[in-house]
């Protein structure tokens, strides 16, 4: 199985990384793709896969740091883009959504930052790790001026409505499921239970995630979540969309493998 997007690269992994790693492969989960969301989380997830096997990389800027733009950014985040393990451009995207600890980041520089990585994207010919918070209508304007230039890529964490997905399905995107699939209800802001999105959603174009150290599964909700925990949301999935665990795993990894062109 593959976690697809998480962050072992983030502090809260410091003290057992290497236990995290074991328990994941113990239960069958091979591949991890740690994903970047500044230039220090993108050096340090390039730095898993260069130590680890199975450990794959994403390099990007997270929209909630488009007003904190390190000198010289792009060039640093092409030179890390040149590694044979970094698979994808991204986290990067739109995010409106009202946090406590971090309001909205100014609008217009979140859409300068998320075409500058399609752009460092298109040059390298890698996927996007697309982040969307209540931000799918801007999203899919700017994806599809510069479709032409868009490798495909992953909506991750998926959330919205039908004619969202559906949308995103017909642009050849893949969707990513996380652990708040288990979860009841809708969320705040939106209109659609993500259990209804998955049922609606095609296996062919379902990718397998954990977005660890958040969005822990139920029963877990509230632990710092990891990679293991993506059996939780694949058996979730098995039984939302009513077919077999086996099927979900073997479908869920082929399209990561196909999208990221993971070895």
């Known amino acids: 199985m593959i976690d697809a997007h998480c962050h072992l690269n983030f502090r809260d992994f410091e ?9 994941a492969r113990e239960r069958g989960v091979n591949k991890i793709i740690n994903v970047g969301s ?30 904190k733009l390190e000198k010289n950014w792009e060039e640093e985040l092409e030179e890390l883009t040149k590694h044979p393990k970094v698979v994808a451009i991204g986290e990067t995207g739109l995010d409106n959504f009202r946090y406590q600890s971090n309001g909205i980041t100014n609008s217009k520089l979140q859409k300068d ?4 990585h399609i752009e460092i994207a298109h040059k390298f010919n890698l996927p996007l790790m697309i982040h969307n918070r209540q931000a799918g209508k801007e ?29 995103v399905l017909d642009l050849g995107f893949y969707i990513g499921f996380d652990g708040n699939i288990t979860y009841k209800g809708i969320a705040k802001g939106e209109t659609t239970s993500l259990s209804d999105l998955v049922k ?14 958040y969005l822990s599964p139920i029963p877990l909700r509230g632990s710092r979540n990891e990679p293991v925990n993506v059996i939780i949301t694949a058996e979730a999935i098995d039984q939302i969309k009513n077919i077999s665990f086996s ?13 990221f ?3």
């Open 139 to 167: 999203i899919l304007e700017i994806v599809n001026f510069y479709k032409k230039d868009i490798a495909g890529g992953l909506f991750h964490c998926f959330s919205g409505d039908v004619g969202f997905l559906k949308k």
């Open 15 to 23: 003290k057992d990384l290497e236990e995290v790693i074991n328990r």
């Open 113 to 116: 930052l998320f075409i500058k």
């Open 247 to 259: 099927e979900v795993k073997k479908r869920t990894t082929e399209n990561s493998i196909s999208l």
């Open 38 to 67: 500044n230039l220090e989380t993108s050096k340090k997830a390039v730095e898993l896969a260069k130590r680890f096997k199975g450990l794959y990389a994403t390099v990007g800027i997270h929209p909630h740091h488009a007003d």
């Open 261 to 263: 062109k993971l070895k």
């Open 200 to 213: 609606i959603a095609p296996m062919e174009r379902i990718i397998l995630e954990t977005d660890a150290p």
